[in-house]
């Protein structure tokens, strides 16, 4: 912007006035207030524009203040990290079913990676016990806790989000809060989500789940390596569901379910790559989709050996 | 009208029959017989004698994408072997080992025995039937003597973990990090505990899976269930 020289009087009133607007304002950011946020970060966070509208700054100064929220709701510095989807990479993933044997692991370090909230039933992983030779969906059940496992008869199913490729999540959000990232991946943009829950009815797959209520993370359990579309902290009230945890899988590593399983079972790549292991199992292993009847093209396969 | 068309078909069965019969009666007659009354075997080729040549070794499977072992010597206990083997001398006949080995071998139904992949030289070292000597972090080319196909899974990331990452060097498990070679089925174990439920409802009844639209129909015992009776459950998910 071009500067101007203006007239002298008028110029040393406002300076006056933006003197002691300027003290108020410093006295204001400086106090918590609004819920312990400053008015700074209040106003900010009030303004805030949609992920996808954001210029760089805007999203830096946005992390900012999801890193100065988190400090104060757990005491924790988190990094949180806007890592941009790679070139030439679409995310999808498959799982031996002969090989799943319902340990229930990935589980557990899916709600430890993605600083889901404990004691609630915000866990997207869901494995279903299912009888051996069915697929009957609504014969599963999801709370069996024998002494041991695999049970004999059954055999389990693991049900996450599928990250299909035409998701009808998307299509029922009323305010554009979740979409499909160039890697394939459904995001929400958690501070835009107005916590309709439109998109949980339109998921065929049980994948999205609801804020009840305010997450409870013990403080020494949180993840300190946060992605702003992925495990950053969550407010009540807003939708969430697996993001092939994007704070891992944009780096390259492998997400926390893969990670954790100990029979192997879970196969992560890239679909683009020919030469990736998940292609392997395309091109040889019987394959199938969940539901595949309902066109929402599922990135995610289920495979015997 | 319908007799007289039933007579006809049957009529027009009986000499395709007797056609049938007579080529079979002349398809035997072709046949040589032999005094003890058996038919020649094929002419197979005969067997080649064995080669003098090395057998040829594996070489892997073509446009397999390069992979890493992860190391798992650091992890093994008695390893490496020659600290107690070098001052033995190898007993080859088949017997119970005593601790630390131990006693029972649960794989291959009996057929197989500790020298059948250890290398009785060298016992730092595996060996494959052709007599190759492989290091412990290449057992896999031990275990695909008899397991080809999983072993070509495990070669292309079908089977087993890659560990990691899933960019980049492809680092991968061996086989025995899951499988212990000596009883390598997987036993059961505990699960993780089930998802939390919240306060004061019970879980979902197993197999209970829709509160039944007409309590009065019981799809299960076909007996009407009086309204007022249904179960605690389907009363908590009402309330």
Known sequence: MKKTQPDKDINSG????????????????????????????????????????????????????????????????????????????????????????????????????NNQDRGSQMQYIRVLEMDSGSRNLERSEHYYDPETVPVEGKYYLPVQCMQCDDPPCVKAC?????????????????DWCIGCRYCMTACPYWARHFNW??????AEEINPD???????????????????CLQRTRVGRQ????????TGARIFGNLLDPNSEIRRVLATKQVFRLKEDLGTEPKFWYFTD | MRQPQRQRRSIAIVPGVLLAIAFALAAVAELPEREDGHRPLRANPPAE??????????????GAPDLTVVSRLDKLTW??????????????ERRELMAPHQAALDHGDGRIWCLDCHAPESRDQLATLAGERVSFDQADRVCAQCHADVHQDWTFGVHGKRVGRWQGPREIYSCAHCHDPHDPGLRPRAPEPPPPVRAGLDPMPHHGHHTPLYPWFSEESAEPVQPGQESKNEEDAAG
Request: include cysteine; hydrophobic fraction near 30%.
């Open chain 1, 14 to 113: 406002r300076r006056r006035f933006l003197g002691t607007a300027g003290a108020a304002f410093t006295v204001a950011s400086a106090r918590p207030a609004w819920g312990g946020s400053t008015l700074m970060d209040a106003m900010g966070s009030f303004f805030q524009d949609h992920y996808q509208r954001m210029s760089a700054e805007e999203i830096a100064d946005a992390i900012g203040r999801i890193e100065r929220r988190a400090q104060r709701r757990y005491g924790v510095d988190i990094t949180c990290k806007d890592v941009k989807p790679q070139d030439n990479v679409v995310f999808g993933y498959a799982l031996n079913i002969s090989k799943c044997k319902g340990y229930r692991d990935c589980v557990s370090a899916c709600v430890r990676e």
């Open chain 1, 174 to 190: 009323p305010v554009n809060a979740t979409w499909m990232e160039p890697d394939g991946v459904t995001v929400i943009d958690y």
């Open chain 1, 213 to 218: 209520r305010e997450p409870e993370i013990p």
């Open chain 1, 226 to 244: 946060t992605h702003y579309l992925g495990n950053r902290p969550r407010p009540r009230g807003v939708v969430e569901k697996c993001h092939f």
């Open chain 1, 255 to 262: 997400p926390a379910c893969q990670e954790a399983c100990p």
């Open chain 2, 49 to 62: 004698s064995p080669s003098a040549e090395p057998a040829e070794s594996f070489t892997g499977y073509p």
């Open chain 2, 79 to 92: 390893h490496p072997c020659s600290n107690c083997h070098s001052a033995m001398p190898t007993n080859p």
